[in-house]
């Protein structure tokens, strides 16, 4: 005989009992919930023209755009209804949520199905999540802040269509009202403007290089599997004869289980305590960090919070002397955030150009000299026989005029 765990007075599979009362309601949400709503996912997501349109959307996210209608056109509508199901995953990556979906219910259901045994179920378990660590180092789908870099250089053609393809479209339509979120520049006529800001991104990037690593939402999703792993482990060690009630061994297990799952726990909490903060403060935020700043949609209220960057000295001394006389406003222009990040992508391609013209003009210019040395050595002896030729000509005029030179010749 059987009988239920939650109630260990009532037999299961008797006539009339508990548990054939609740089996219907049972088998109803299982299917429900553990298998209608990932077939519901797995349909939105196959369904014709979605993969194509996440694809987009994706890229667009990665360019850091696409938060309105006129830089999202095609999939703006798609975005504000299921973003929920790809937003976390590299264009490519789309369908990753059936997977997570996938591990949680075999999980579930082998901890469910042999209950009884804790070994094998555990066994099973571990089974579950090491094919998840297997498949997320070998895939690394998400697609946190580092990604996304990687992510535009991978889709580079598809990239430039959409660029164009958005920038036309905006172009031709109206400038739209700046939104709650979106930032103003007042820009000066400094040519130097793009340096600074490559100069600054740079040391940025290098001062955040180690903590971006464990900010990563790879790294995230893989550190918590190592370490659902190692839990599992030590679940088998326990149920294992070899260890004794009060032995060191025992002991010592004990407490590396322990500082595995609050090792864990701490990293996760630190994580996701610094992401919230960084969307409450948006001005605590690192670029680490995977939070992103980006206006509402089209019904969204305006918002009178700005910032400035004035590249000008003249204008900066200004600022900082209020009795000095404002210089005139010559080559001023507010543009939105969005408009500056393509200006600062755009400045550091062309940097990235220059320096690639600089290396091949340094190049040409080794194979140059290179190849002319042996004409300007040729050029040299010539010059140095003409000379000593006329320096030959002039000693014998000299000794002729002195006559030195024998009679026959004269």
């Not at 979106?182 to 006529?189: F, I, R, S, T, V």
Request: charged letters at 20%; one cysteine or more.
């Amino acid at each position: 005989r059987q009988y239920l765990a939650a109630e260990p007075s009532e037999e299961c599979y008797k006539e009339g009992g508990l548990q054939q009362e609740l089996m219907p309601a049972a088998i109803f949400f299982f299917l429900l919930y553990g298998i209608g709503y990932p077939a519901l996912v797995a349909y939105i997501l196959f369904k014709p023209d979605n993969a194509q349109m996440i694809k987009e959307d994706q890229l667009l996210r990665a360019m850091g755009k696409g938060f309105a209608r006129a830089t999202n056109p095609n999939c703006y509508e798609f975005r504000k209804r299921y973003s929920r199901l790809y937003y976390e995953f590299k264009p490519q990556y789309w369908y990753w949520k059936l997977l997570i979906l996938g591990r949680k219910l075999g999980i579930v259901c082998f901890a469910l199905l042999f209950r009884s045994n804790p070994t094998f179920q555990l066994c099973m378990i571990l089974l579950v999540i090491f094919a998840a660590y297997a498949l997320q180092v070998r895939h690394v789908p998400y697609m946190s802040m580092a990604e996304r870099d990687e992510v535009l250089d991978l889709f580079q053609d598809d990239v430039a269509f959409i660029r164009d393809a958005t920038e036309k479209q905006a172009a031709a339509a109206s400038a739209p009202p700046l939104r709650k979120g979106a930032a103003h520049l007042n820009l000066g006529d400094d040519a130097g403007l793009g340096e600074k800001l490559l100069s600054k991104r740079s040391a940025a990037e290098l001062a955040n290089a180690g903590a971006s690593y464990f900010w990563n939402w790879n790294t995230v999703e893989a550190l918590l599997l190592i370490s659902a792993i190692l839990v599992n482990l030590f679940g088998i060690m326990f149920e294992s004869q070899y260890l004794q009630d009060g032995s060191v061994d025992l002991e010592v297990l004990t407490y590396a289980a322990l500082a595995v799952i609050v090792a864990s726990m701490v990293y996760y909490a630190i994580v996701v305590w610094t992401e919230i903060v960084a969307v409450m403060f948006p001005a605590l935020a690192c670029p680490f960090l995977n939070t992103e700043v980006h206006g509402e949609d089209d019904d969204s209220i305006i918002d009178d919070s700005e910032f400035e960057m004035v590249a000008n000295p003249q204008l900066v001394g200004a600022a900082e002397n209020p009795a000095a006389p404002s210089p005139p406003e010559v080559g001023t222009m507010k543009m939105s955030l969005e408009d500056y990040m393509h200006l600062k992508e755009s400045v550091r391609t062309l940097t990235r150009e220059n320096l690639e013209n600089k290396k091949i003009i340094k190049n040409l210019t080794m194979q140059n000299t290179l190849q002319t040395a042996p004409v300007r050595q040729k050029s040299k002896v010539r010059r140095f026989r003409a000379d000593t030729m006329e320096e030959q000509k002039s000693a014998d005029a000299a000794r002729a005029l002195q006559g030195e030179f024998p009679s026959d010749d004269l």
